[in-house]
């Protein structure tokens, strides 16, 4: 099983819906989780963390948690072409290191 | 404030050359981690560093690869001698390090390899 695994798409959603991207991570005892956004070409850029089960809402994007069963989620409302990136999960392995290691990513493209 | 600097941007060199990758990390961070992204293998951890510290290099590929921190602001990669499959993205990243607030990575804009 892998550390980090994440569904590769591509995902495809029409503009004004909602995106919703998934992930589930194997270390039970991981506390820091995190959705990146990459686009074609460029750099990794950090755009939510959350470290507690539940919800956690930052303008059209939200994040949410369960510890539980072990996934972590990130939801885009009123998604707009300008979404339209691969999306990175990252976690904190506490029992390695506290290494982050990133899923392989979700692409995501947002049709007018 | 200056983000995270690297150099070269890209790199064409042929097999069995020495390629050096440097990184200046944000200044008053104090990890520093290399990643290097592929097609087939995505975003994997080479290295990475605490107070210039290696702390963990399980996930450097074989002894041609070294990487070093001499001071806060500076570090290198190397990979000796280079490799057709070595081709990719490196990038470098830095963060606070601050418990969890590690993984609040600030990446650079990567170094692209291509090995001939």
């Known amino acids: 099983q892998k550390e980090v695994e994440q569904n590769s798409g591509p995902l495809s959603v029409p503009e004004g819906a909602i995106a919703s991207l998934n992930c589930t991570y194997s270390d039970r005892v991981s506390q820091s989780f995190f959705w990146y956004r990459q686009y074609s070409g460029k750099s990794p850029e950090l755009i939510m963390s959350?470290?507690?089960?539940g919800d956690k809402e930052d303008g059209r994007f939200t994040a949410q948690l369960n510890k539980a069963s072990q996934y972590v989620s990130l939801l885009i409302r009123d998604s707009q072409p300008s979404d339209s990136a691969t999306y990175l999960c990252a976690v904190i392995l506490y029992s390695s290191a506290s290494k982050i290691i990133f899923g392989s990513g979700t692409r995501l493209s947002i049709r007018p | 404030d200056a983000g995270v600097i690297q150099s070269p941007r890209h790199e064409v060199t042929e097999m069995g050359q020495e390629v050096t990758l440097r990184c200046k990390p944000i200044?008053?961070?104090?990890?520093l981690f290399w990643y290097r992204q592929t097609m087939m293998r995505g975003l994997e951890l080479l290295i990475y560093f605490n107070n210039n510290v290696p702390i963990d290099d399980s996930g450097m590929p074989e002894d041609r690869f070294s990487a070093k921190m001499p001071n806060a602001s500076f570090s290198t990669l190397k990979i000796q001698p280079s490799e057709p499959r070595d081709s990719a993205v490196y990038f470098c990243?830095?963060?606070?390090?601050?418990?969890?607030?590690?993984?609040?990575?600030?990446f650079g804009e990567g170094s692209r390899l291509t090995v001939l």
């Open positions: 990243a830095s963060s606070l390090g601050q418990g969890s607030n590690t993984g609040e990575l600030f």
């Open positions: 959350i470290y507690s089960n």
């Open positions: 200044s008053g961070h104090n990890s």
